[in-house]
């Protein structure tokens, strides 16, 4: 876990040797970390809404047709010329 650019905080790093600023960059993270660890738990443990669904045969079809039709994305060529880039 990094606390700042210029000091690599480890297990073995005493706490008298962070700065403030580190410390609660530390803090942060921390905390940041065990809100994602139990917004996970609690997602595992509600039940999904779909289970046991299925696509009625006409979504099925236009989700296979917009999958096949979709642009895949603008050549990068392309935008750099539409940006003036490609000088």
Known sequence: ???SEHTRVTDNTKLNDLTVGELKTLIREIVEEVIQ???FQLEQQLPDP???LEFKPEIA???QKFIQ???RGIPAEQVMKE???DE
């Open 37 to 39: 660890d139990a917004v």
């Open 69 to 71: 039709e979709k642009p």
């Open 61 to 63: 079809e236009r989700l």
């Open 50 to 52: 779909d289970e046991g």
């Open 1 to 3: 876990m990094v606390a």
């Open 83 to 85: 940006l003036g880039l």
